[in-house]
């Protein structure tokens, strides 16, 4: 019994901190996503690229496969995940499309982004 009560503590403690990983590879991912909503606006591209979506769906299909854990899961979180990206996208897109509008009149609240 006391081994169980032992272990119950390592476990936990072991899920602890791949909770830690997975929140800090969350913001790894939004870090790049970021990045790759101001590429999008640089380049002219929409928020949401469905050709990549498609893609991404296969390659999440995958690895739910080759991590054995259940697709449907892998798929819901990472909606959620494309869900808050897009938004953030979105927000990008508009910001910029204010810092431009400012330009095109002279408004200098724009130098004030940094
Ligand atoms: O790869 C991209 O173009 C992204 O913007 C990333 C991402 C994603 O989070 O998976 C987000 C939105 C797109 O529609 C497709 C994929």
Known sequence: ???AH???????AQIDETDDRIVALLA???MLTRQ???????????PI???RQTERQHLLSQLASK???DELLVRHLFDV?????LADHQRIAAESFVDF?????????????G
């Open 36 to 46: 790759v909503g101001e590429c999008k606006v640089a380049i002219g591209e929409p």
């Open 67 to 69: 991590h054995r854990v």
């Open 6 to 12: 032992q272990s119950l503590t390592t476990l936990r």
């Open 49 to 51: 690229s469905p050709a």
């Open 28 to 30: 790894q991912r939004f």
């Open 81 to 85: 995940v494309r869900q808050h990206t």
């Open 1 to 3: 019994m006391q081994d």
């Open 101 to 113: 509008q400012d330009v095109a009149s002279g408004n200098e609240r724009t130098q004030n982004y």
